[in-house]
C-alpha cells in the first residue's frame, strides 16, 4: 500500500513564498512520475508541476518563471518551491505519484494567498 504525505500549505500574502513537500512510503519499486496538481473552488484539478523518471520536469504555464518542484533529500520524496505566489495560485494543493500503471494521490494541503 502506497501512502502520501503532504506538509507546507497555509496562507501568505501575495508576493510571499511557501514550500510543499510531499514523501511517499509504501511498496514503491519504479516511480514515473511525483508531482503536484491543484483544485480551486469550483474548477478542476489542474497540473501544477511534475518531475519525471530521468529528471525531467513539466509546469503549467501559469506557474513557469515562479514554482520550482525537485526531489527531496530524501528518497521518494518532492518538493515545491512557490515563489511569487498570486491570489489565483489559492487551491487545494495534492501530491500525485505515478508508479508502474497506478496512481495515488494525497490529501491534499490548502494554500491560500491573500491580496
Known amino acids: 500500500q502506497v501512502q502520501l504525505v503532504e506538509s507546507g500549505g497555509g496562507s501568505v500574502q501575495a508576493g510571499g513564498s511557501l514550500r510543499l513537500s510531499c514523501e511517499a512510503s509504501?511498496?514503491?519499486?519504479?516511480?514515473?512520475?511525483m508531482g503536484w496538481y491543484r483544485q480551486a473552488p469550483g474548477k478542476q484539478r489542474e497540473l501544477v508541476a511534475l518531475?519525471?523518471?530521468?529528471?525531467?520536469?513539466n509546469y503549467a504555464d501559469s506557474v513557469k518563471g515562479r514554482f520550482i518542484i525537485s526531489r527531496g533529500n530524501q528518497k521518494n520524496t518532492v518538493s515545491l518551491q512557490m515563489n511569487s505566489l498570486k491570489p489565483e495560485d489559492t487551491a487545494v494543493y495534492y501530491c500525485?505519484?505515478?508508479?508502474?500503471?497506478?496512481?495515488?494521490w494525497g490529501t491534499g494541503t490548502q494554500v491560500t494567498v491573500s491580496s
Open positions: 500525485h505519484l505515478g508508479v508502474l500503471a497506478n496512481t495515488y
Open positions: 509504501g511498496n514503491i519499486f519504479s516511480i514515473n512520475v
Open positions: 518531475l519525471i523518471a530521468g529528471g525531467s520536469t
